[in-house]
T-cell receptor
Framework: AQSVTQPDIHITVSEGASLELRCNYS??????LFWYVQSPGQGLQLLLK??????LVQGIKGFEAEFKRSQSSFNLRKPSVHWSDAAEYFC??????????????FGAGTILRVKS | KAGVTQTPRYLIKTRGQQVTLSCSPI?????VSWYQQTPGQGLQFLFE???????NKGNFPGRFSGRQFSNSRSEMNVSTLELGDSALYLC??????????????FGEGSRLTVL
């Protein structure tokens, strides 16, 4: 079965600093990979997704992520963090098999705090 | 374009009661999934409906059920509520019909508190 690990429960960065959130997945074939963000009291918003092709994907709000098959990783990056980026970030994996439908398996999440 | 709408946003129930949550997907989306989010277990998949048929189901007891109507709107029901059912229940819709692992669009959730 597929699984997702986000090693960092909390991360604090200074405003303007760069950010990298780690995500490792476990799945035997090429997965579909996603990063979602959740602000307090809100649902999840998709930041970016990887299905195939270019391993560096660009998302909304200046985020990007790189798929590294050899490391089973899909880390999220942003060159300069803004205070409004403070939220919880979830990495998720989907399976390219019809019997799985649109089911996603989520990591435990990483809470990002931004200090001014 | 309207997003995914979930009602009610907040509700309080007591143990043993039942609850029904509603989800209206984005227009044109035929897949609706439900997730339970708790501080201890995180985001867990409940089930997915596509064209009124349950396509996939997570590891939850039979007290959790759902259905989808011909207009793609979905409801989930939890019977005989337990304290541990307190959670944020998220609904997500997707356009993907013939391809698995589609992009999900989430609603803001229904916050259920069981006393």
């Amino acid at each position: 079965a597929q699984s997702v690990t986000q090693p960092d429960i909390h991360i604090t960065v200074s405003e303007g600093a760069s950010l990298e959130l780690r995500c490792n997945y476990s799945y035997g074939a090429t997965p579909y990979l996603f990063w979602y963000v959740q602000s307090p009291g809100q649902g999840l918003q998709l930041l970016l997704k990887y299905f195939s092709g270019d391993t560096l994907v660009q998302g909304i709000k200046g985020f990007e992520a790189e798929f590294k098959r050899s490391q089973s990783s899909f880390n999220l990056r942003k060159p300069s963090v803004h205070w409004s980026d403070a939220a919880e970030y979830f990495c998720a994996v989907g399976v390219a098999k019809m019997e799985y439908g649109n089911k996603l398996v989520f990591g435990a999440g990483t809470i990002l705090r931004v200090k001014s | 374009k309207a997003g995914v709408t979930q009602t009610p946003r907040y509700l309080i129930k007591t143990r043993g009661q039942q609850v029904t949550l509603s989800c209206s997907p984005i227009s044109g989306h035929r897949s609706v999934s439900w997730y339970q989010q708790t501080p201890g277990q995180g985001l867990q998949f409940l089930f997915e409906y596509f064209s009124e048929t349950q396509r996939n189901k997570g590891n939850f007891p039979g007290r959790f059920s759902g259905r989808q109507f011909s207009n793609s709107r979905s409801e989930m029901n939890v019977s005989t509520l337990e304290l541990g059912d307190s959670a944020l229940y998220l609904c997500a819709s997707s356009r993907a019909a013939d391809r698995a692992g589609g992009e999900l669009f989430f609603g803001e959730g229904s916050r259920l508190t069981v006393l």
